[in-house]
């Protein structure tokens, strides 16, 4: 059984607002076992919202509406279907001495604009409100030309009545039309591998006849793995889904760092805090301080972190870190003699248990052809020890700054778990 979102908005189109309606429904048709096969986005347009409300329908089984119910002029959803079922709008009587009393238990007085939240068009149902005012729509619209027949479902785009009215009035609609599917997911998360190598690596698991299916997105420089399994019972679902999870290790092993809503400076908060709580300090140069940010975004970091600085300049470096003059001369601020005596100078300062020290070039300007924009060496110390790597991350200002602090936590991850890196 096929599904499709539409969200209403010039807001959403303009990119003002994010459309986190048609995310939450997706997860919510998934745990039912309704495939989404598309997201629409239109603006406030009463043609476009037809067109559209027609286009989805020939395409699937359930039409998803979002937004487009409110009591303005610009709120032309409801009118937009009545258009497509080929209808007139009519005063759902119900619906009208609910929001009249709502408004008198407030205290307020309804103004004429809230009559239109009750057209409903003449054949459809209306959908009660538990959280606003503005009633959701329910109908059936026939394909021309085709016996197929799309269940249509518009509710208000406002979050918080959106939601209570799917659970409450769509859910168990669709689940009683759904044949009783389950669909599950779990997302894997990787760093320091791209793609396309991750990819070759998984091989087989990505054919996409493959039930469970196994595809890759990349956002910020991590590589993702969402794994879905469509079975005909929970349980089913629940054993293919974790016997795919269990190939993907077997072929990633450390390079997968966690799952779902894990990130890595979450992970790196329980390694770090697993048994004794071991501490760990920064020295930034290039990222000025988004490193100790990004650690001290977790809820209980005091725990571990210990200090930061951010050692932009040579006399920062020379000053606060103990970087000798000589070594920042003879090497450049951007090399690995640089970041190891920062990292050591951290630690030494800190009485940290580790310490992680960046130097590079984030660009636009600063590159040289034996030195390029992109170019970062970061060192990680520990008590027996450091490692010191240099890398080239692509990428505007922005990226490599980012790249190169989830490097360096990568750097830590390894060195926290006693594996070694395998790039």
């Known amino acids: 059984m096929d599904a499709i979102v539409l969200s209403i908005g010039n807001e959403l189109v303009l990119g003002q607002t994010v459309d986190t309606n048609s995310a939450w429904l997706s997860r919510e048709l998934a745990a039912i076992g309704w495939d989404v096969i598309a997201h629409v986005t239109v603006g406030d347009d009463q043609e476009a919202i037809k067109t559209a409300i027609i286009g989805a329908a020939e395409r699937c089984d359930v039409l998803l509406v979002s937004g487009g119910l409110g009591p303005t002029k610009d709120d032309l959803t409801r009118q937009a279907l009545a258009e497509a079922l080929n209808q007139p709008l009519e005063m759902n009587a119900i619906w009208l001495r609910q929001m009249e009393k709502m408004f008198q238990r407030l205290g307020r007085t309804m103004a004429e604009s809230n009559r239109a939240q009750a057209l409903i068009p003449r054949t459809a149902r209306m959908m009660e409100n538990p959280a606003g005012t503005a009633a959701g729509i329910d109908a059936d619209l026939g394909s021309p030309g085709s016996s197929r027949t799309c269940r249509v479902f518009a509710m208000p785009g406002v979050p918080g009545e959106m939601r209570p009215m799917f659970q409450r009035t769509v859910a168990p609609e669709l689940v009683a039309a759904g ?7 779990r997302t894997l998360h990787t760093f320091g591998v791209g793609e396309s190598a991750v990819g070759e690596m998984l091989g087989d698991l990505m054919n996409r006849s493959r039930n469970p299916s196994v595809g890759t997105t990349v956002s910020g420089g991590v590589v993702s793995l969402r794994i879905t399994s ?28 966690g799952t779902d809503d894990q990130t890595l400076p979450s992970i790196i908060a329980d390694l770090l805090t697993a048994g004794a709580v071991r501490r760990v300090a920064t020295a930034e140069s290039c990222t000025g301080g988004l490193l100790a940010k990004v650690l001290t975004d977790i809820p209980g970091s005091s725990r571990y972190f210990q200090k930061g600085w951010i050692t932009y300049s040579n006399e920062a470096k020379t000053d606060l870190m103990g970087v000798p003059a000589d070594i920042i001369s003879t090497h450049g ?12 100078g951290a630690m030494r300062k800190s009485g940290s248990d580790f310490s992680l020290a960046i130097s590079g070039i984030a660009g636009p300007d600063g590159g040289t052809p034996a030195k390029p924009v992109g170019m970062v060496c970061i060192a990680l110390a520990y008590s027996s020890g450091e490692l010191v790597r240099t890398f080239r991350f692509p990428g505007d200002r922005e990226m490599i700054r980012d790249r190169s602090v989830k490097m360096a936590l990568t750097l830590l991850r390894y060195q926290l778990s006693g594996k070694t890196m395998p790039f």
């Open 230 to 257: 469509r079975q005909s019972s929970r349980t089913e679902a629940e054993e293919k889904l974790a016997q795919t999870i269990t190939e993907c290790r077997r072929v990633l092993g450390d390079l997968i760092y």
């Open 333 to 344: 601020a951007v090399s690995e003699e640089v970041v190891r005596a920062m990292a050591l």
């Open 179 to 185: 044949g009783g599917r389950t669909i599950l997911s």
